[in-house]
């Protein structure tokens, strides 16, 4: 039985997944602050955490990037009204596996807390070894990173996207198929998350200053492809 931990402060809308979420067999607490949900993760071992970033007494962003420093090993999947981009990479580069926007669908949120669960954490691709492109050294199999020799720090999702893009360097590679590899074979919603964590892998790669950098290309109507550097 997966052990989730619903934070929202909403009554109603609290009161809806928390049963929801026991009747389909979930090991549930609710809780309704930030303070509260640090506490629970300081507490237990949790599989997947539902947290709604507008919260009473904390920045949920904030509450975003302590649990997933407290629940390394967690699925974080936030819950907000916010729908700007930008809204969106910063919940994601908190630490967010995944998010969605209110108001929410039951049928969707279901259906991807259990494609959370059955993938179960990160799985390496097919192949997994070594991936040297300019500046950025790829470890799959010890899923690290380096640019220009410095390791940096990637989400378990921003990491198996570039893994699975760096299998096929130089190639285009389908959102179908980036969706079907690095989340699950049975996806069901909205693909903008592939979207907002190639937006995040670019930063992250960027922000590091270093020269060499391999490029993600976007192609429109298709996916996208990962060029070595010139």
């Keep these: 039985m997966a052990r989730l931990l619903v934070v929202e402060d909403d009554e109603t809308i609290g009161g809806v997944l928390n049963t929801s979420l026991l009747a389909h067999g979930h090991d549930v607490t609710w809780v309704r602050t930030g303070q509260g949900a640090l506490r629970e993760a300081a507490a237990h071992d949790l599989d997947l955490v539902l947290l709604d970033l507008g919260l009473p007494d904390l920045d ?12 390394p090993g967690a699925v974080l999947v936030v819950l907000t009204a916010r729908t700007d981009e930008m809204d969106v990479v ?10 969605l926007t209110k108001p929410l669908r039951l049928d969707e949120l279901r259906a991807r807390i259990r494609a959370h669960l059955r993938r179960g954490g990160p799985v390496a691709p097919a192949g997994a070894g070594t991936v040297e492109l300019g500046s950025v050294f790829i470890d799959v199999a010890g899923r690290r990173v380096t640019v220009a020799g410095t390791e940096i720090s990637l989400r378990a999702k921003e990491f198996d996207l570039l893994a699975r893009l ?26 903008k998350t592939l979207d907002m964590h190639i937006a995040a892998l670019r930063r992250r790669l960027g922000g590091t200053g270093a020269t060499g950098l391999p490029e993600i290309v976007t192609l429109r109507g298709h996916g ?6 010139h």
Excluded: H, I, K
Excluded at 90 to 99: I, M, Q, S
Excluded at 180 to 186: A, K, L, P
């Design 224 to 229: 996208y492809r990962l060029d070595p550097p």
């Design 60 to 71: 949920g962003v904030e509450v975003c990037r302590r649990l997933r420093t407290q629940q």
């Design 166 to 191: 760096a299998a096929d360097a130089g190639s285009a590679v389908s959102r179908e198929t980036l969706m079907c590899d690095v989340w699950d074979v049975n996806w069901f919603g909205s693909t």
């Design 90 to 99: 910063v919940g994601l580069e908190a630490g967010a596996d995944d998010y």
